[in-house]
């Protein structure tokens, strides 16, 4: 059975849109760097890329990863989960392997 990691990517209050988190648009192909994480983490590994709803509780996974820029907005609100943060040079330059084994050893 597959692990869950939930991925911050964005923020939004009762599902109005907020913001992206500094760090998230710095690769001009998202969709591509999400499809290739996702074919990196399995099968161990299901990822999830969300927008954040700051007016519900913060979704369940065994791993929830946050963009280093969130760590302020994240201290109190990811208190109780196990998280990892990453920087926009991760995404930028595709550390896939890097990110996995930080999601692995969370």
Do not use: C
Not at 20 to 43: D, H, I
Not at 75 to 89: D, F, P, T, Y
Request: hydrophobic letters at 40%.
């Amino acid at each position: 059975m597959s692990k869950k990691v939930i991925w911050i990517w964005s923020l939004n209050s009762h599902q109005q849109t907020v913001t992206s988190l500094a760090g998230m648009n710095v690769t001009m192909r998202p969709y591509k760097f999400q499809r290739e994480l996702k074919e990196a983490l399995a099968p161990e590994w299901t990822i999830d890329f969300i927008s954040d709803d700051l007016s519900k509780e913060l979704p369940t996974a065994d791993v929830v990863v946050i963009p280093r820029t969130g760590k302020a907005l994240y201290a109190e609100r990811a208190k109780q989960a196990k998280v990892i943060w990453v920087s926009g040079n991760e995404v930028l330059e595709n550390d896939y392997e890097g990110i996995k084994k930080k999601i692995a050893e969370a």
